[in-house]
T-cell receptor, first 115, second 115 residues
Framework: GNSVTQMEGPVTLSEEAFLTINCTYTATGYPSLFWYVQYPGEGLQLLLKATKADDKGSNKGFEATYRKETTSFHLEKGSVQVSDSAVYFCALSDPSGGGADGLTFGKGTHLIIQP | DAGVIQSPRHEVTEMGQEVTLRCKPISGHNSLFWYRQTMMRGLELLIYFNNNVPIDDSGMPEDRFSAKMPNASFSTLKIQPSEPRDSAVYFC?????????????FGSGTQLSVL
């Protein structure tokens, strides 16, 4: 079946540091890949996505590249801000895998940015 | 649009009581999802509907859980009887289409505590 594995948190960084949150996946078909972000007390919201191999998704200074050869979709940002503190979820959508027509989420990585 | 609206935001109840969570999806969206979020298991898909019809309820933990979508603008998730292990944040999400590249819009969640 499909699965998403992401690095466990919390990840604590200083403001302006470089961020990487690792994500790898297992899928039976050709999934689309997503990063969602959850701010405190809120639901998840889409941060970026990539729908095929070598695509790069980007938004708000974050980016991630769909790497089929390593089955990875690592999230990066060159200079983080305190306002980036949140929980980040990697996810895939692969209805051809026979699963639900929703998303398979990783467990989330809590990011804490200190001023 | 007001987004996906869930109620209540917080629910505290005693073991054995019936709990009903409510969701109003974004107007025009034809797919609706119920998720449960816990520290231990992360985000789990419970059930999803397409055009008000339940498509996959394999994620519903047991018979104590039931979900309905009587029309395109309203869905409920019911737990009867509730147990302490049901304590979690329950999210409703909706999507405009059925394509796997479509993003999900999440509500703010219902924090359920079963004592």
């Amino acid at each position: 079946g499909n699965s998403v594995t992401q690095m466990e948190g919390p990840v604590t960084l200083s403001e302006e540091a470089f961020l990487t949150i690792n994500c790898t996946y297992t899928a039976t078909g050709y999934p689309s890949l997503f990063w969602y972000v959850q701010y405190p007390g809120e639901g998840l919201q889409l941060l970026l996505k990539a729908t095929k191999a070598d695509d790069k998704g980007s938004n708000k200074g974050f980016e991630a590249t769909y790497r089929k050869e390593t089955t990875s979709f690592h999230l990066e940002k060159g200079s983080v801000q305190v306002s980036d503190s949140a929980v980040y979820f990697c996810a895939l959508s692969d209805p051809s895998g026979g699963g639900a027509d929703g998303l398979t989420f990783g467990k989330g990585t809590h990011l804490i940015i200190q001023p | 649009d007001a987004g996906v609206i869930q109620s209540p935001r917080h629910e505290v109840t005693e073991m054995g009581q019936e709990v009903t969570l409510r969701c109003k999806p974004i107007s025009g969206h034809n797919s609706l999802f119920w998720y449960r979020q816990t520290m231990m298991r992360g985000l789990e898909l419970l059930i999803y509907f397409n055009n008000n019809v339940p498509i996959d309820d394999s994620g519903m933990p047991e018979d104590r859980f039931s979900a309905k979508m009587p029309n395109a603008s309203f869905s409920t998730l019911k737990i009867q009887p509730s147990e302490p292990r049901d304590s979690a944040v329950y999210f409703c999400a909706s999507r405009a289409g059925t394509g796997r590249n479509e993003k999900l819009f999440f509500g703010s969640g219902t924090q359920l505590s079963v004592l």
